[in-house]
């Protein structure tokens, strides 16, 4: 089997852990990209000179010219701005859009058939611009928020429960912001419904602790801003986006929450959410709607309009 070409456009912090990543685990060979001269050179120099070590020997190269991208099977985005202590995701829009923008413009060139996961923020709305210009199908061009919104959540509920995280099953649904869904009642532990052991732990206070642990979720971001000061969490949307990666390029069939397009599904016509899809060969090869309650409804309609306007915001801008 011919080796699979991964591309990643920003060289940045999550970029410089997307090519430790992929060489450790061997996905694929490297172009990593980026305007900086020199930079994304001399990280995955630095890379592969670790690679005896590793025990692992792929290529990596880095390039400022996107004609290096050419024959790409899967691209990664994290081009644009990185959040500053007190900034929302959503304050990133017109510099990120901007560079979104020629990002896609260059892929759609260089790489037109490859499958693209955008990180850069604001998710949804960089996702939702990058398949725009790009003219991609929808099912090539997702979005990581999930994954790692839902790793957060589960973090907080394994050291509540004092339980290995490894056994805890969370989800997080919506647009990538303060409005995200985290699904309380799809939470357990190997089965075992989180509310469930809370009401052993806590008693009636138990849908206080819960509370308490979907508040830090959807503020979890920021709090890793504020304590970096200099810039956002790079670690973990790095990890959650190779989990993504190595799915598609594994043809793994893996379901996981992906900012993807909905044409229909929870009510959504036309646009990019955070919902459960399984991602295989094709990138997302469909979309799982589950049945929701009144308050999930409720919520994911909250999350569903903060999205929309930042669409429409984004429109507005000309984007
Ligand atoms: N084309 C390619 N790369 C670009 C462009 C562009 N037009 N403009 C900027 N970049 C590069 C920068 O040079 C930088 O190296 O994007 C990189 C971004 O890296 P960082 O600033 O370190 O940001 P990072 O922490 O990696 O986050 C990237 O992901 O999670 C989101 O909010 C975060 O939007 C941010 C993105």
Not at 7 to 29: C, Y
Not at 61 to 90: E, F, Q
Not at 183 to 202: D, S, T
């Amino acid at each position: 089997m011919a080796r699979k070409k991964i591309s990643l456009i920003g060289g940045g912090q999550i970029g410089g852990v997307l090519a430790q990543l992929i060489a450790q685990k061997e996905l694929g060979d490297v172009v990593l990209f980026d305007i900086v001269e020199d930079m994304p050179q001399g990280k995955t120099l630095d890379i592969v000179e670790g690679s005896r070590v590793d025990q692992t020997d792929i290529k990596l190269s880095g390039t400022n010219s996107y004609a290096d991208i050419a024959g790409s099977d899967l691209v990664i985005v994290t081009a644009g701005l990185p959040r500053k202590p007190g900034m929302s995701r959503d304050d990133l829009l017109t510099t990120n859009a901007n560079i979104m923008k020629s990002v896609a413009e260059n892929v759609k060139e260089y790489a037109p058939n490859s499958i693209v996961i955008i990180i850069s923020n604001p998710l949804d709305a960089m996702v939702t611009l990058f398949q725009k210009v790009s003219g991609f199908p929808h099912n090539r061009v997702l979005g990581q928020a999930g994954v790692l919104d839902s790793s957060r959540f589960s973090t907080f509920i394994a050291w509540e429960l004092g339980v290995s995280v490894k056994d805890v099953n969370a989800m997080v649904l919506g647009g990538h912001g303060d409005t995200m869904v985290p699904l309380i009642r799809y939470a357990n532990v190997n089965g075992v419904p989180v509310m469930e052991l809370l009401e052993q732990k806590h008693g009636d206070n138990a849908k206080e602790v819960m509370d308490a642990m979907v508040n830090r979720t959807k503020l979890a971001g920021g709090e890793v801003v504020k304590l970096l000061k200099t810039g956002s969490a790079f670690y973990s949307p790095a990890t959650s986006a190779i989990a993504m990666a190595e799915a598609i390029l594994k043809e793994d069939n893996r379901l996981m929450p992906t900012c993807a397009y909905c044409k229909g599904e929870y009510g959504l016509d036309g646009y990019y959410l955070g919902v459960p899809a399984v991602l295989g060969a094709n990138g997302v090869e469909r979309i799982i709607e589950l049945k929701l309650n009144e308050e999930e409804t409720a919520a994911l309609e909250v999350s569903t309009n903060a999205v929309k306007s930042l669409i429409e915001a984004m429109s507005n801008l000309g984007f």
